[in-house]
């Protein structure tokens, strides 16, 4: 006889190990999931900021190109020499289309294209300088301000094209803002677990179990525990209560604390809600429906609980 129970006793020692063990190996893959979210977060920024700064660059180097066109053609006009320009302008566009071309924002090094913007920059105030003496030798004054003023028009209509370019890119950018937001957000929704409902007399009594006699319910008892989720903040959430009848319709009564919330963007009835505490770690909670003199049809009943626009959990009960 002690031999057998010294076995029962080895058996439930290896039972409660192996427990412990996957309770722990749960706790490491909540964590390492967390970290790993937080690791995606900051390479997404990272990514977002560096292709902004491509963005820039790439309308920068269109602008220029403008400009060295501009001035390419009022060199010529003004008889100058443009061999120089037309090699800049060459490298330009070899510049644009390694941008244009490389596979991913992340591999292009920004501060590269940084400097041969700040050079192209310098070639055109310099070529001004050229220009102004150019003119100031051939006396051209009246003619060359309309002329002027025609490219100015020209370029500020490139400059609006480049503008819309950049909000394009602005805009793709927010979507895929958003939608990072939104994929946060179903990781941070709560999970209802261990749904049990329970039936409450008008004495007070509870009787568990998922089968109850009509008579024997005055109240209707729903107790659950609030998953644990690292993601999800810590504080206050009202969870709603929906309890369907055999025939699909929900019962509720709006004397008795029966309202309405939005799910999936269409106004819901609910049966009853509470507010819990919420702590990321795991939390419990309960709900209790008294049914205030509304019949309970024999059948097969649903349970819902809802949490912050999401289906948490569901289970069922039988009454007899």
């Given amino acids: 006889m002690d031999y057998n129970q010294g076995q029962k006793k080895d058996r439930k020692s290896l039972l409660l190990a192996a427990l412990a063990i996957l309770a722990l190996l749960n706790v490491v893959l909540i964590y390492f999931f967390y970290k790993e979210r937080e690791k995606n977060k900051e390479q997404e920024t990272v990514i977002a900021a560096k292709t902004e700064e491509v963005v820039a660059a790439k309308m920068k180097l269109d602008s220029i190109s ?13 008889g100058g020499q443009v061999d120089s320009l037309v090699s800049l302008k060459q490298q330009l566009e070899k510049d644009k289309a390694a941008l244009r071309n490389a596979s991913s924002a992340a591999s292009v090094d920004i501060s590269k294209y940084k400097q041969k913007i700040a050079n192209y920059e310098a070639i055109l105030v310099q070529k001004d300088s050229d220009i102004a003496k150019l003119k100031e030798e051939l006396g051209i004054v009246t003619a060359q301000n309309q002329e002027l003023s025609s490219k100015v028009t020209g370029l500020e209509g490139e ?8 909000e394009d890119s602005v805009g793709q950018l927010s ?4 939608e990072l937001a939104e994929k946060v957000t179903i990781a941070s929704a709560l999970k209802a677990e261990k749904i049990a409902v329970n039936a409450v007399s008008s004495k007070g009594k509870e009787r568990d179990g998922g089968a109850y006699r009509a008579k024997r319910i005055d109240k209707l008892k729903v107790d659950f525990d609030l998953a644990a989720n690292p993601i999800s903040p810590n504080g206050e959430r009202e969870v709603y209560l929906r309890i369907l009848d055999p025939e ?4 509720a009564d709006m004397a008795t604390g029966s309202g309405t919330f939005v799910y999936s963007g269409r106004e819901t009835v609910y049966t009853a809600k509470q507010t819990l505490n919420y702590s990321n770690e795991g939390s419990q909670g ?12 024999k059948g097969e009943h649903i349970i819902e609980l809802y949490c912050q626009g999401f289906r948490i959990g569901s289970t069922t009960f039988k009454v007899k």
Avoid: C, H, W
């Fill in 175 to 178: 979507n895929k803002n958003r």
């Fill in 248 to 251: 699909g319709a929900v019962m």
């Fill in 159 to 166: 400059k609006a094209t480049l503008q819309r370019t950049f």
């Fill in 286 to 297: 309960s709900i209790i429906y008294s049914r205030g003199g509304i019949p309970l049809k």
């Fill in 66 to 78: 403008a400009q060295l066109d501009a001035k390419i053609a009022e060199i010529q006009q003004l």
